[in-house]
């Protein structure tokens, strides 16, 4: 394989640096919205669940 030379970005590095700057923090499932493609489905499945409470 060789040395690698001082400027040489290697195979792992070029992943990082495709992937981004993105972060690493969970999102409060509580503040953060549901979003327009999983609302209907919330929406039915806190429906189910209040009719069999009442």
Known sequence: MGALPKNKI??????KRRRGNTPK???DVNTT????HKR????SIV?????KET
Do not use: I, M
């Open 25 to 27: 923090l969970v999102r």
């Open 33 to 36: 919205k549901t979003p327009l």
């Open 40 to 43: 209907g489905l919330v929406a």
């Open 47 to 51: 429906r189910r669940f209040n009719t």
């Open 10 to 15: 290697t195979r792992a590095e070029r992943g």
